[in-house]
């Protein structure tokens, strides 16, 4: 049997830097608009609010189209390269332009101009994303080297993603004049950092697959398609569980850990947050080389089952670990169980390009870039309701912002309702369904022989 194609490890690394163009592009939302445009521009944070939301709703909605174009897109220069090209540029562009309102414009036209360039700004998220998770699937035919392509990918995010977290410090530092000045600056910065790291990858990554889909399938039809591979389901219900328990926890986790358990000092609880990031950042570092040795030691089905028992652990043990007066135990629980939650990602990472290989002996199709989109709908969507409802949350608690830390006993028992029971009753969903995933590496072994001698004769017939 001949020995499954991997690129190699400076290929691999070349495209893992255009992660970095993938966190810059989601740093706004991420970091930067909440604090600026309401302690900066004025604009009312309801209004943040909805321009934070409706341009993850925008785009989750066309999120898969651009995925199945891209996988039916024939140019010389390949089907991704080109989203990479005009998504990195467009949205550097617009990363600058949308700092640049008057401070004196009324709510609605601030508002305005921030919604509209928002949706543009993460279209082109969405778009560069895809396209790049999706090139990355073509690296390696190996079940185990797949699991090393995602982990690079992940330690050039977190390079990114660790200095994110100062952005919003150095636009606050007195030389600029103002957090709006040290913003318009910054984002020059980051506009460099997103093109160039875009320019390594299109001038480094080779497609292998660029010529697969000869014949066009509608787009209903092959969405059809994606949902009847089974483990494709499996991991969408997966995501949307641990989506439940992570996303509707972190608003409120805020409250939790700043009122509850760090008597109102934000300036600690952030410091937690900050330390909790390095902590992740070396995390990623060490995922690289331990990668390939975790996924022929547990395999991929036994990564992602114990991952989610160690999740749901991890969630059963917040109310002890949130204690009043007790900071550096919530850090112990942070660091401990988001190192561990760190592998469970990248085995879920790693495992589309396996859903990608099923899929293909299935249809004769290469779906990188629709799996990638229809994956990406349900995170957006999800995500989007979840910030809603966590803000609605915190308000049903009875949280009042201008009476600090004198809450009422009552409020902060309801936040740690509300932010606790969700967490633990996913995380036990999300463990159940990993039970029923059924991919393993003896039978990619058996799909990677078939479709090479499936192509060996697609070969020999040409």
């Known amino acids: 049997m001949s020995t499954a194609y991997s690129a190699g490890d400076r290929t691999i690394h070349l495209w893992a830097v255009g992660a970095m163009s993938d966190y810059m592009l989601f740093v706004a939302f991420n970091a930067?608009?909440?604090?600026?445009?309401?302690?900066?521009?004025?604009?009312?944070?309801?209004?943040?609010?909805?321009?934070?939301?409706?341009p993850r709703i925008t785009d989750a909605l066309i999120d898969p189209l651009l995925g199945h174009f891209s996988d039916n897109l024939h140019t010389r220069w390949g089907r991704r390269r080109p989203f990479l090209a005009v998504s990195a540029v467009l949205g550097?562009?617009?990363?600058?332009?949308?700092?640049?309102?008057?401070?004196?414009?009324?709510?609605?036209?601030?508002?305005?101009w921030l919604l509209?360039?928002?949706i543009v700004l993460y279209i082109c998220y969405g778009m560069y994303s895809m396209s790049h998770v999706a090139l990355g699937y073509e690296l390696s035919d190996d079940y185990h080297v797949r699991t090393k392509v995602m982990a690079v990918r992940g330690l050039?995010?977190?390079i990114t993603a660790m200095a994110g977290g100062w952005l919003y410090w150095l636009a606050l530092r007195p030389q600029f004049g103002g957090e709006i000045n040290g913003i318009r600056w910054i984002s020059v910065g980051l506009a460099a950092v997103i093109i160039g790291a875009a320019l390594v990858t299109i001038r480094s990554t080779r497609e292998r697959f660029q010529d697969a889909n000869r014949k066009h399938v509608p787009l209903l039809p092959a969405i059809r398609a994606t949902l009847r591979i089974r483990p494709f389901v499996i991991i969408l219900l997966l995501r949307i569980a641990h989506t439940l328990s992570v996303s509707l926890y972190a608003s409120i986790g805020f409250f939790i850990g700043t009122y509850y358990v760090c008597g109102g000092d934000k300036s600690l609880f952030s410091s937690l947050s900050g330390i909790n990031g390095v902590v992740g950042f070396a995390t990623a570092f060490a995922l690289v080389p331990l990668s390939v040795w975790l996924s022929r030691r547990l395999g991929k089905r036994n990564g992602i089952i114990s991952g989610f028992a160690i999740v749901l652990l991890g969630a059963a043990a917040m109310p002890l670990c949130n204690q009043p007066g007790m900071p550096y135990l919530l850090l112990a629980h942070m660091i401990l169980f988001g190192v561990l939650a760190a592998v469970l990602n990248l085995f879920m990472s790693s495992v589309m390009p396996d859903i990608c290989d099923l899929d293909e002996l299935?249809?004769?199709?290469?779906?990188?870039?629709?799996?990638?989109?229809?994956?990406?709908?349900?995170?957006?969507?999800?995500?989007?309701?979840?910030?809603?409802?966590?803000s609605y949350l915190v308000a049903w608690s009875g949280f009042d912002v201008a009476k600090g830390v004198?809450?009422?006993p009552e409020v902060l028992t309801n936040l740690l309702w509300y932010g606790f029971a969700p967490k633990i009753v996913f995380s036990a969903v999300a463990l159940a369904l990993a039970c029923y995933f059924p991919i393993t590496a003896a039978m990619m072994e058996d799909v990677r022989a078939r479709l090479e001698q499936r192509r060996r004769a697609a070969a020999t017939a040409t």
Not at 33 to 49: A, E, H, K, Q, S
Not at 98 to 107: A, I, K, R, Y
């Open 32 to 54: 930067l608009i909440l604090p600026i445009f309401t302690t900066g521009f004025g604009l009312d944070p309801r209004m943040v609010g909805w321009a934070l939301t409706l």
């Open 92 to 112: 550097a562009g617009m990363l600058m332009l949308m700092w640049w309102p008057s401070p004196d414009w009324g709510e609605m036209a601030k508002f305005t």
């Open 116 to 118: 509209v360039t928002s």
């Open 156 to 158: 050039y995010f977190s």
């Open 362 to 390: 299935e249809s004769g199709e290469r779906r990188e870039g629709l799996f990638s989109a229809v994956m990406s709908f349900v995170s957006k969507i999800e995500n989007s309701l979840c910030i809603l409802l966590s």
């Open 406 to 408: 004198e809450q009422p």
